[in-house]
């Protein structure tokens, strides 16, 4: 079956650090591009991450300079390394597969919960 989990958060002080992981079961992991949300408490989802062409990628103005996305195809993973966490910084953070070739085809986990305290 299609699934995406994400692992990796928790509750960190601010100026800490975490690395979320999202590993995929079920898909042809290479087939398709990653990108990491968040949805910080009562606000809209936002998009922080997202590959754009080999290991190029785009980040949210407000993440740019502290959190980093990469991929290990071997390990059907896709990491965001977040550093210098800010309160601001707190969501759920949603790991979003999408297809190459066919973007309607849109994969989602579950989240996982990213507390950062004052």
């Known amino acids: 079956q299609v699934q995406l989990v994400e692992s990796g958060g928790g509750l960190v002080q601010a100026g800490g650090s975490l690395r979320l992981s999202c590993t995929a079961s079920g898909i042809e992991f290479s087939s398709y591009t990653m990108r990491w949300y968040r949805q910080p408490p009562g606000k809209q989802r936002e998009l922080v991450a997202l590959f754009t062409s080999g290991d190029n990628a785009n980040y949210a103005e407000s993440v740019k300079g502290r959190f980093t996305i990469s991929r290990d195809n071997a390990e059907n993973t896709v990491y965001l390394q977040m550093n210098t966490l800010k309160p601001e910084d707190t969501a759920v953070y949603y790991c979003?597969?999408?297809?190459?070739?066919?973007?309607?085809?849109?994969?989602w986990g579950q989240g996982t919960q990213v507390t950062v305290s004052s």
């Open positions: 979003n597969a999408v297809l190459r070739r066919n973007s309607q085809v849109n994969l």
